[in-house]
């Protein structure tokens, strides 16, 4: 019997009893949240229910190709009886106003430092996203995979593991890739929408954290600016995924990059890459600041002048991968 049947169960009754749903999920949303918040709207939807799919950035232009995009708003507008939030650590990440409600009915996520929010919560950190639990559990919900969330659900998968390209990637998840293109989804399409292709303005702004990338025992880093993010035209608030390229340098085994998110706030992120995949667990550095994530993956959100935060990071996370060389060697 799967260890979740009645937690399962449980999540398939309240759904057929919510009549007015919100989906939220979190700020600066990646193609994991608006794919898990697609899957587990559109289905809802086709269900009769009255969903409202909320993201307080609203979506980046690079997803809009996904059905139903058209249909996610930046804010909550009148009552629900239902929330749900997806591929959120924590609630305050999405920065929405729930309207009076304390606490969301249903938290669905996959990373390790989730708080368990909810008032049900599935939450299943070895999955390679939180689109790979929904592709597992929507049918046991009740809730039909059709073609636009079989891409929906894709598109939350290849992002996530950057093209396949994690550790975490095991042989069942690509029998489900499988299963949702045999539903619909249209796995080529996807990968260069989401891997390959970049916008004009998103390639400038790389320009301008490539040119200051620096990089000393293993650890590679660099920055990017509000300026930087204006002149380049890029309207988002992330680093565009500059930061898969900095993972991808040859002899780079920590990957780190600070983005300015207003004056005096500031987004961290981490990657592990080369050799130290299997020993570092960045979520335990990104702990330190307010923020987690996973054992290859995290970020955290601070405030503080972009240089004055860097010199700090940097001295945190080499700390981190000293510890772990002389655990290593220790153990030889």
């Not at 139903?68 to 930046?74: R, V």
């Not at 995924?241 to 990059?257: F, H, Q, R």
Request: net charge negative; hydrophobic share 40%.
């Amino acid at each position: 019997m799967d260890p979740h049947h009645e937690l399962i169960a449980i999540i398939r009754k309240q759904l057929k009893l919510a009549k007015k749903v919100l989906v939220i999920s979190h700020q600066r949303p990646d193609g994991d949240a608006i794919g898990s918040l697609l899957a587990m709207g559109l289905p809802l939807l086709a269900a009769q229910k009255d969903v409202q799919m909320v993201l307080k950035d609203g979506i980046p232009d690079n997803f809009r190709f996904l059905t139903g995009s058209e249909l996610i708003k930046t804010k909550l507008v009148g009552t629900v009886d239902y929330i749900i939030v997806v591929d959120s650590s924590e609630v305050e990440r999405t920065d929405t106003d729930f309207k009076g409600y304390d606490v969301p009915d249903l938290n669905i996520d996959h990373h390790k430092t989730n708080s368990y929010f909810g008032k049900v919560n599935l939450v299943e950190s070895d999955a390679v996203a939180t689109a790979e639990i929904l592709t597992r559990y929507l049918p046991d919900f009740g809730l039909q995979i059709t073609k636009p969330i079989a891409n929906a659900l894709l598109t939350g998968i290849v992002t996530d593991t950057i093209g396949f390209r994690t550790t975490n990637v095991q042989p069942q998840v690509l029998r489900m890739v499988a299963d949702l293109m045999e539903l619909g989804g249209d796995l080529t399409d996807i990968y260069y929408k989401t891997i390959v292709e970049q916008s004009l303005a998103s390639a400038r702004y790389w320009g301008a954290g490539l040119s200051k990338i620096q990089m000393e025992d293993g650890l590679v880093w660099t920055t990017l600016s509000l300026n930087e993010r204006h002149a380049a035209g890029y309207l988002a608030r992330d680093d565009a995924d500059l930061v898969k390229i900095l993972s991808a340098i040859e002899g780079a085994k920590v990957a780190v990059i600070l983005t300015e998110q207003d004056v005096g706030y500031v987004k961290i992120s981490w990657r592990l890459c080369g050799s130290l995949a299997t020993d570092l667990d960045v979520s335990e550095i990104a702990q330190k600041y307010g923020g987690g994530g996973h054992k290859a993956a995290a970020g955290a959100d601070v405030k503080g002048k972009l240089n004055e935060v860097l010199e700090k990071v940097l001295a945190d996370t080499k700390i981190s991968m000293n510890h772990v060389k002389e655990t290593v060697e220790e153990s030889r």
